[in-house]
């Protein structure tokens, strides 16, 4: 049964939770735009997507085997957590920037909200359907 609404909900099905993810990523990047040292994080939604897709279409990051972890993974938690580059670091060694933390925040919610509206208006479909209203 949950295959069914996995593909009757499409992509969004295994986007959401990436996004959500990404989203929780960008803000401990503003929330440690002060820490010495701090390196700026993010996902490769593409790569987690298309595992994600491949998986099972149950929008969770799957692995069977330490050797699947790519090298670019911090601390083996996220095999598509990368460490983003800096554009200016700071003399702390920080890499996060501020305003293009918030720029990618406000972008990633703009699109896990277009996520939501799209299952929404599925889910809003399914129960016309089902109740005939």
Same mark, same amino acid.
């Given at each position: 049964m949950s295959n069914l609404i996995s593909d009757y909900l499409g992509v969004h099905a295994q986007a959401m939770p990436l996004r959500e993810q990404r989203? *929780?990523?960008?803000? &401990?990047?503003? #929330?440690? #735009?002060?820490? %010495? &040292?701090? *390196?700026?994080?993010d996902l490769d939604f593409d790569a987690a997507l298309r595992d994600a897709a491949g998986s099972g279409g149950n929008g969770l990051l799957a692995s069977t085997s330490e050797q699947h972890y790519r090298t670019g993974?911090?601390?083996?938690?996220?095999? +598509? @957590?990368?460490?983003?580059?800096?554009v @200016? %670091? =700071?003399?702390? $060694?920080?890499?996060?920037? %501020?305003?293009?933390?918030r720029a990618a925040? $406000?972008? #990633?919610?703009?699109?896990?909200? #277009? =996520?939501?509206? +799209?299952?929404? =208006? *599925?889910v809003r479909s399914m129960m016309t359907a089902i109740t005939g209203q």
């Amino acid at each position: 049964m949950s295959n069914l609404i996995s593909d009757y909900l499409g992509v969004h099905a295994q986007a959401m939770p990436l996004r959500e993810q990404r989203m *929780k990523l960008i803000a &401990g990047n503003l #929330a440690n #735009a002060d820490t %010495p &040292g701090y *390196k700026a994080r993010d996902l490769d939604f593409d790569a987690a997507l298309r595992d994600a897709a491949g998986s099972g279409g149950n929008g969770l990051l799957a692995s069977t085997s330490e050797q699947h972890y790519r090298t670019g993974s911090i601390d083996g938690l996220n095999p +598509f @957590q990368v460490l983003r580059e800096g554009v @200016q %670091p =700071s003399l702390d $060694g920080n890499t996060v920037d %501020p305003d293009a933390e918030r720029a990618a925040y $406000g972008r #990633a919610a703009l699109e896990y909200r #277009a =996520s939501l509206s +799209f299952v929404e =208006s *599925k889910v809003r479909s399914m129960m016309t359907a089902i109740t005939g209203q």
